[in-house]
């Protein structure tokens, strides 16, 4: 090339570096995360795949770990799975109804109340002679083909009451007759709980509740005071459950009397043989009538025996990941209203999957508490996706998340839409080539 033309700014053409071929790789990565992560839509998304990806897998190991009983009962090796799958259904219905209701409906102090009288209403009705009993629990109800546990449905009704009862009276909260009403309120909740003894579910109101007023900004001499409370009627049902007491005194001791350590011996015999890959979607061998509840309570057990190490570990990145999004949508969004009940969403949720990973991992002692949206069972799924809907109904509140949705799908619109040439068109296109 010539001087005159460098002087005129030509440039020579640009080769691809042999250090670094495909160009500043790392540079586009971080630059599309960057805008990904500021993206005002990715709190909607995130909860959206997330809950997909746990919904997804909580089937899939339903099929497999309940596939042999089903056989030895008798029933079809789908039975449970088809179950489940229509629970899925009905959880969807809701959950795109939930995520479609203005965030203004939840805030109504009114509806709020309706909603937690109705689970409260449903909640005594355990008591009537439409409750059944099930462990020495009796938190189920049965109403002609229905049966479900009304007191998941009421963990969701408990946490927005909270959030539009806190949020209201916020600059009120260290007066004595405001706070009195809010804790009547979770007191009402907890105390149908209690008296059916289903200490796993109460532990879980009991912490909702807790990240609730924590949030809301409660003085905290009301949380030891609470705390301490909560510890009393957990030692009492303890003491007055000789299957609680046992389950306690074997994992303090690590020593079983019978087969008081049955299931949680087979739970973590389930988790040693998986090893770091598994032994294979439906190779368990624990579900063969070792490990009871294994679609329930102890599913988590069969997810590490069959996926190893990497499937427990995805099950906990999951629920970390939520943990992550919720958290960065309170910090988002500024309404109080939003950020109580999304605190107190939050804290059912993970503290029930915290739970359940310890029970059967051994660091706690066995407790009756599902897997969020992976264990069996119609209530605690449906009131788990219904609670995501709500979440999800939160996200598209965030500041530019409508546009950007709005934006989203009407690209995905264009994007698929294919217009034909008109057939004159062809024709005279085909006759200037000939």
Same mark, same amino acid.
């Given at each position: 090339?010539?001087? #005159? /033309? #460098?002087?005129?700014?030509? #440039?020579?053409?640009? #080769?691809?570096?042999?250090?670094?071929?495909?160009? @500043?790789?790392?540079?586009? =990565?971080?630059?599309? $995360?960057?805008? *990904?992560?500021?993206?005002?839509? +990715? @709190?909607?998304?995130? &909860?959206?795949? &997330?809950? %997909?990806?746990?919904?997804?897998?909580? +089937?899939?190991?339903?099929?497999?770990?309940?596939?042999?009983?089903? &056989?030895?009962?008798?029933?079809?090796?789908?039975?449970?799975?088809?179950?489940?799958?229509?629970?899925?259904?009905?959880? !969807?219905? !809701? +959950? &795109?109804? /939930? /995520?479609?209701?203005? =965030?203004? *409906?939840?805030?109504?102090?009114?509806?709020?109340? !309706?909603? $937690?009288? !109705?689970? $409260?209403? $449903?909640?005594? +009705?355990?008591?009537?002679?439409?409750?059944? %009993?099930?462990?020495?629990?009796?938190n189920w109800i049965h109403i002609g083909p229905i049966r479900g546990q009304p007191s998941e449905f009421l963990k969701l009704a408990l946490a927005v009451w909270l959030g539009a009862f806190l949020s209201k009276n916020r600059d009120r909260l260290r007066e004595l007759p405001v706070l009195a009403t809010a804790i009547a309120g979770t007191s009402a909740a907890l105390g149908l709980i209690i008296l059916g003894r289903d200490l796993g579910t109460m532990m879980m109101v009991g912490i909702l509740a807790a990240g609730a007023f924590w949030v809301a900004g409660v003085p905290k001499r009301w949380f030891l005071i609470a705390g301490s409370g909560a510890a009393a009627i957990v030692i009492g049902l303890v003491l007055a459950s000789p299957n609680r007491m046992a389950r306690a005194l074997n994992w303090l001791h690590g020593e079983c009397a019978g087969d008081s350590c049955y299931q949680a011996d087979n739970g973590l015999m389930a988790l040693a043989t998986g090893g770091w890959w598994g032994v294979g979607i439906g190779q368990s061998r624990q579900k063969w009538g070792r490990v009871p509840e294994a679609d329930n309570d102890f599913i988590f057990s069969i997810i590490g025996e069959e996926l190893g190490l990497f499937g427990t570990l995805l099950i906990v990145v999951l629920f970390t990941l939520l943990a992550l999004v919720l958290y960065r949508m309170m910090v988002r969004l500024r309404d109080p209203f939003v950020q109580i009940t999304i605190a107190g969403i939050t804290s059912w949720i993970l503290a029930q999957a915290f739970v359940n990973m310890a029970v059967v991992t051994g660091l706690l002692p066995v407790l009756g508490v599902p897997l969020p949206f992976v264990s069996a069972g119609g209530s605690a799924l449906i009131a788990s996706m219904l609670a995501l809907g709500v979440l999800l109904a939160f996200a598209k509140s965030e500041p530019g998340a409508a546009e950007a949705l709005r934006a989203h799908a009407n690209y995905s619109k264009k994007s698929a839409t294919v217009v034909a040439k008109p057939a004159s068109e062809t024709r005279a296109t085909k006759g200037s080539r000939s």
């Open positions: 090339m010539s001087e #005159r /033309a #460098r002087q005129r700014g030509a #440039r020579t053409p640009q #080769r691809p570096s042999e250090q670094n071929p495909l160009g @500043d790789v790392g540079g586009e =990565v971080k630059s599309t $995360l960057g805008r *990904w992560l500021q993206s005002p839509a +990715l @709190d909607f998304y995130a &909860i959206a795949v &997330i809950g %997909g990806i746990l919904i997804t897998v909580g +089937l899939v190991m339903v099929l497999s770990s309940s596939s042999v009983t089903n &056989i030895a009962k008798g029933n079809s090796p789908y039975a449970s799975f088809m179950t489940q799958g229509a629970f899925a259904v009905i959880g !969807l219905v !809701l +959950l &795109i109804a /939930a /995520a479609l209701t203005p =965030v203004r *409906w939840y805030k109504n102090i009114g509806v709020a109340t !309706l909603l $937690l009288v !109705l689970g $409260l209403f $449903l909640q005594a +009705l355990v008591f009537t002679p439409l409750g059944l %009993g099930k462990g020495g629990n009796r």
